[in-house]
């Protein structure tokens, strides 16, 4: 009897693994927030920020300079979450028995890696500009090299027969 109720325990064990596994990949994917890349694009405008300098007073571009860095953060911090997923999901592709597919997995993982690395960069130079307005940081290569990894997710999901990356249109 005690044999019959640990094998049961142990199947059960067994099963709410497997569920908490499957759980954490569907949320994983559904943590995968899109970013608007031209309107990024725009936060990080020069010309823009030095039009405004020039049309507001000190103060009030002070005042706006501060929210829109608020915001390009949240942009920021957004593209590092998805590339860390896109890096994580990418893993079991990289493994995968047809070469095309792992090097594509691979190019995938390092794109993911450096954009984590760029972000991280990226917000220092942000804080940086939160703290003195006068300075001009731009993290300007955040954005093609997000593209970049978005067309390679892709052709990696394109690539894969199960699909099993749905990651493409989701960043």
Same mark, same amino acid.
Request: some cysteine.
């Given at each position: 009897?005690? !044999?019959? #109720? @640990?094998?049961? %325990?142990?199947?059960?064990? &067994? @099963?709410?693994?497997?569920?908490?596994?499957?759980?954490?990949?569907?949320?994983? &994917?559904?943590?995968?927030? /899109?970013?608007?890349?031209?309107?990024?694009? !725009?936060? %990080?405008?020069?010309?823009? *920020?030095?039009?405004? $300098? =020039?049309?507001?007073?000190?103060? $009030?571009?002070?005042?706006?300079?501060?929210?829109?860095?608020?915001?390009?953060?949240?942009?920021?911090?957004?593209?590092?979450?998805?590339?860390?997923?896109?890096?994580?999901?990418?893993?079991?592709?990289?493994?995968? /028995? !047809?070469? =095309?597919?792992?090097?594509?997995? *691979?190019?995938?993982?390092?794109?993911?890696?450096?954009?984590?690395?760029?972000?991280?960069?990226? #917000?220092?130079?942000?804080? %940086?500009?939160?703290?003195?307005?006068?300075?001009?940081?731009?993290?300007?290569? %955040?954005?093609?090299?997000?593209? !970049?990894?978005? =067309?390679?997710?892709?052709?990696?999901?394109?690539?894969?027969?199960?699909?099993?990356? /749905?990651?493409?249109?989701?960043?």
């Amino acid at each position: 009897m005690i !044999t019959v #109720i @640990v094998i049961a %325990l142990a199947l059960c064990a &067994v @099963v709410l693994f497997y569920m908490a596994v499957r759980n954490r990949r569907k949320q994983a &994917v559904q943590s995968l927030r /899109p970013v608007d890349l031209a309107a990024f694009h !725009t936060l %990080l405008d020069r010309d823009d *920020e030095l039009f405004i $300098k =020039e049309k507001l007073p000190r103060s $009030k571009f002070v005042r706006l300079k501060r929210h829109r860095i608020r915001v390009t953060v949240r942009y920021v911090a957004r593209i590092a979450s998805n590339a860390s997923t896109v890096l994580h999901e990418s893993e079991n592709a990289r493994l995968s /028995p !047809t070469p =095309e597919v792992a090097s594509t997995a *691979e190019q995938v993982m390092e794109l993911a890696a450096q954009i984590r690395v760029q972000c991280m960069l990226a #917000i220092f130079k942000l804080s %940086l500009e939160y703290a003195m307005p006068s300075l001009q940081l731009t993290p300007a290569m %955040l954005v093609p090299t997000y593209q !970049t990894l978005r =067309e390679n997710v892709r052709r990696l999901g394109d690539l894969q027969t199960q699909n099993a990356i /749905p990651l493409a249109n989701a960043i």
